[in-house]
């Protein structure tokens, strides 16, 4: 950890916090305008962050609030990484039966009945139009 008056670019805090893989991922992230520190839209990676700000960013299909707890000099273990932040907003656990993909029944074939015609394709894809 590093003195706490003093700021640290907001480009390397994330990578530091390891939201990111590498800096140039999370200063690409911070370029494209979809950060806000305390509400205000941030578009510049040299832009500075300090104790007790709070960032809004994507994460993947994610939005994450984080307050920052603390500043460092490098990019330590993820224990102390996660000394870092404060999560304001925990991600939630993803409920694994929605993510199952649904097959129309016109489109279910018996086991051991081979491959479909090109007839059966054609009416599959009939089917699908009328949908």
Not at 48 to 69: A, C, D, N, W, Y
Not at 91 to 103: E, T, W
């Amino acid at each position: 950890m590093t003195d706490q008056s003093a700021p640290l670019r907001i480009d390397k805090w994330l990578w530091y916090a390891r939201f990111f893989k590498s800096r140039a991922l999370a200063s690409r992230m911070v370029s494209s305008g979809r950060l806000r520190i305390d509400g205000d839209a941030v578009s510049k990676p040299h832009r500075h962050v300090q104790v007790g700000q709070t960032l809004i960013f994507p994460q993947g299909e994610v939005t994450r609030t984080i307050e920052v707890r603390a500043l460092a000099t490098r990019r330590g273990p993820a224990t102390e990484a996660q000394a870092l932040y404060h999560d304001l907003d925990p991600p939630q656990k993803k409920d694994k039966s929605s993510d199952k993909l649904i097959i129309p029944a016109f489109e279910v074939r018996d086991a051991g009945s081979g491959r479909p015609t090109k007839r059966d394709r054609r009416l599959s894809d009939a089917l699908k139009q009328n949908l």
